[in-house]
């Protein structure tokens, strides 16, 4: 597994204390589990620009696709002030080479979703992107971003942490200035990971490849980044598991005696109906793949796409 790997990270969630009231948000999933494959680079938007802690909350107001940052007591306008800070801070964090973002969620600065906006008519509209959190996202379109808040949910949760590392083994293979071989062989140990969440992507990328000596490198390495994370963007499901999980336990038609064979079927129905969750059918599929020997699947990432300690597959 390859780590550390770096994320930026509202500084409260580290238990920073810069939250309005002088306190902090401490996350302990991200900082004593997760925290362990990662090195965070926090960042405070508030702070960070020049305001004290603690200080008066701040709200979004206006048009909610260009609101204004104003205080909620004294209505003090500190929109100019975040801006100028941002087209300071993006350029610094282009040189940190990040491979995700965990933002602090209902922040009028970093919150990425529903944030409330009051408008000038005094309605309030939950459909708001922290100042912050919308310049980062604009000037970084391709890293994975998430709220803290959203985490909790396993599914989501895995999803993001899957993107992250995912991304960071992108960006370790253009780092050695791959040729076209080694993307045919990234492809290759990618494939059921992909298939996992597009089959219909894992087309379009494989006809790529394939055509692949008829393009400039950084063309083709270009192309197939934006159809990766497409193709990542989109959460797996349990048809899309059992459909990989199949296709896996078709190396082993030869193998497989009878009742290994049966125990493996029924952990996918298993799977399929909600008694199980994902990681036991897939620890069945790692034993066989020890047990006989299967260079292909051994080196495929979907069976250890992130680190096994974090139990990402464990939920229902």
């Not at 500190?78 to 209902?106: A, D, R, Y």
């Not at 008829?214 to 048809?239: G, R, S, V």
């Amino acid at each position: 597994m390859l780590t550390p790997i770096k994320i930026g990270i509202s500084s409260c969630l580290l238990g920073n204390h810069v939250r309005y009231d002088g306190g902090h948000s401490h996350d302990r999933f991200l900082t004593q589990t997760l925290g362990l494959f990662t090195e965070y680079v926090p960042v405070c938007p508030e702070v960070e620009c020049g305001m004290p802690t603690p200080r008066d909350s701040l709200r979004l107001v206006g048009d909610p696709e260009n609101p204004r940052l104003v205080t909620r007591k004294t209505g003090e306008d500190h929109t100019e002030q975040m801006h100028t800070w941002i087209q300071k801070k993006l350029p610094v964090l282009e040189k940190e080479n990040l491979c995700g973002f965990i933002f602090k969620s209902k922040s009028p600065s970093s919150g990425l979703y529903r944030i409330k906006v009051y408008g000038d008519d005094n309605k309030v509209k939950n459909n708001g992107v922290g100042l912050f959190a919308r310049a980062f996202t604009g000037h970084f379109p391709r890293i994975p971003v998430e709220e803290a808040g959203r985490l909790n949910d396993p599914k989501l949760r895995e999803h993001f942490i899957e993107n992250i590392f995912s991304f960071q083994r992108w960006r370790r293979f253009l780092e050695n200035n791959p040729a076209l071989g080694q993307l045919v062989a990234f492809h290759t140990e990618n494939k059921l990971l992909i298939l996992s969440h597009s089959q219909e992507i894992y087309r379009q990328m494989g006809k790529l490849v394939a055509r692949g000596k008829q393009m400039p490198p950084a063309e083709l390495f270009e192309a197939y980044e934006k159809l990766l994370l497409k193709a990542l963007d989109l959460k797996t499901t349990i048809k899309k598991n059992i459909n990989v999980l199949q296709h896996a336990m078709g190396f082993f038609k030869n193998d497989l005696a009878k009742d290994e064979k049966q125990e493996l079927l029924s952990s996918i129905d298993q799977y399929r109906d909600g008694y199980v969750p994902l990681i036991v059918p897939l620890t069945l599929i790692k034993h066989y793949v020890l047990k006989y020997d299967h260079p292909w699947l051994r080196s495929q990432t979907y069976l250890n796409p992130h680190p096994f300690e974090l139990k990402l597959r464990n939920y229902f």
